[in-house]
């Protein structure tokens, strides 16, 4: 008896060759639709699926392959002599091998100004049948989701058959292929914010050497529609590959470089911390600004700024070890200069497109916690002064500035800002007024007539007196705390001023 193979491909790449070398193996091929007319086209002899069946295809396709003589000759465990009894009473032929990959579901959600009943009508029905079927029956059936696949299918098709532990490794991708289809579905359908049940699927990209040490192993997925806007659609232009730190430091950068769309802006991060930020009218001035914010940590640090690198800003850029460096564009100029350096990484990020994706996820030890990813700013925060002094217009400004940035810090945390640049950030500390004392003793004296962020309220007024003692003239924090009036005594008697979000900003990891 000769073996069978069903094929059914929305991607026909290389599918006409592949039938050929299938058929010169003697397998007989069985086919649907569009594919069998790619294969009669292309000179492969095909049996049609209404001739396997004795019933045409009905409702414009929608079924062809859901039949007792498709699926009896997938199902049938050829090891229990009841089960080829039932086929041979019912006239059906066993099928060796399924190659099927799914209707282009992605592909159609995927366009500008999609229809929902476009999307309905790629979600395919029989192909994900099949290929269970195929995959659930793998100690017999082969199943060949991916035509990456197809040469190691032949190699051992014209030997001596497909191993076990081939049929095995396809059963399992084909499962996976099924359940990143199926999460996809849902994930369009879904109108709920948090459904009883979540399903993700990501598509690998990259493997990486390690992960965030040496002796961890590491994987870059990304989903798989991406935000045009996002780390996971950055074009690298030039340097090594990423690394699991970088791509968790460039994801960071990328987050906070996004707070600015009003002015051109610079921002070193390093340990997914922000060491340095800067702001100007001029891109060069802006990464003046956000390397004189803190020389020294910037040492090895991600770069992300918000306008096309220009020969001036490259220049300096150069001066300085970066690891990767974050921009819309590059000029031929500026590629020219910053290419000389073998090592740094440059990617290319649309910064004004799509950034959707509203989950914000961490996993923890046996689940997973979601949440709506934090992108309020101070627009949206209920904004009141606390103290008798109202900020000046220019402590306005610094004092948004901040905010901004705080946001970004690993609480608790504390930035402060003077003219166009962050002078200190306190991050990540065990108890407020720590984070303070950090981020006062990084600015030295730029503290006098700075402004400063915390992310949180103030326990007690001791954060308040450190920024008066230090010479700070404006905070803003969310307010909230039991001992508010405390610090807003400390704040008046001193003469600052001290603004209320009524909005917090935690990030703790």
Known sequence: MKRRALISVSDKSGISDFAKALQDADFEIISTGGTQRALEEAGVPVTGISEVTNFPEILDGRVKTLHPAIHGGLLADREKEAHWEALQAQAIDPIDLVVVNLYPFKETISKKGVEDADAIENIDIGGPAMLRAAAKNHAHVAVVTDPGDYKRVLEEARGSGIRFDTRRHLAAKAFRHTAAYDALVADYMTEEAFPETMTLTYEKKQALRYGENPHQGASFYEHPLPAVSSMAAAEQLHGKELSYNNINDVNAAFALISEFSD???????????????????????????????????????????????????????????????????????????????????????????????????????????????????????????????????????????????????????????????????????????????????????????????????????????????????????????????????????????????????????
């Open 263 to 509: 002015t051109k802006a610079a921002v070193a991060v390093k340990h997914t911390n922000p060491c340095g930020v800067g702001i100007a009218d001029k891109l060069p001035a802006a990464f003046e600004e956000a390397y004189a914010a803190d020389p020294v940590s910037i040492f090895g640090g991600i770069v992300a700024v918000n306008d096309t690198v220009d020969a001036d800003t490259a220049e300096q850029l150069a001066n300085i070890f970066l690891e990767v460096v974050i921009a819309p564009d590059f000029s031929d100029e500026a590629l020219a200069i910053l290419q000389k350096k073998k090592n740094i990484r440059l990617l290319k990020v649309d910064m004004d497109g799509d950034r959707k994706g509203s989950y914000a996820l961490t996993s923890v030890s046996g689940g997973m916690l979601v949440q709506d990813a934090d992108v309020k700013g101070l627009v949206d925060a209920d904004v009141n002064v606390a103290t008798k002094r109202e900020p000046t217009s220019a402590e306005w400004r610094s004092l948004g500035f901040a905010w901004r940035v705080v946001k970004h810090v690993k609480s608790n945390a504390i930035v402060l800002t003077k003219g166009n640049r962050t002078v200190g950030v306190g991050a990540g500390q065990m108890n407020r007024v720590g984070a303070a004392e950090i981020a006062i003793a990084q600015a030295g004296s730029e503290a006098q007539g700075s402004a400063l962020a915390s992310d949180a309220f103030f326990p007690m007024k001791d954060t308040v007196e450190a920024a008066v003692k230090a010479g700070v003239t404006a905070v803003i924090q969310p307010g909230g705390s039991k001992r508010d009036q405390e610090s807003i005594d400390v704040a008046d008697e001193a003469g600052i001023t001290m603004v209320f979000t009524g909005m917090r900003h935690f990030r703790h990891a």
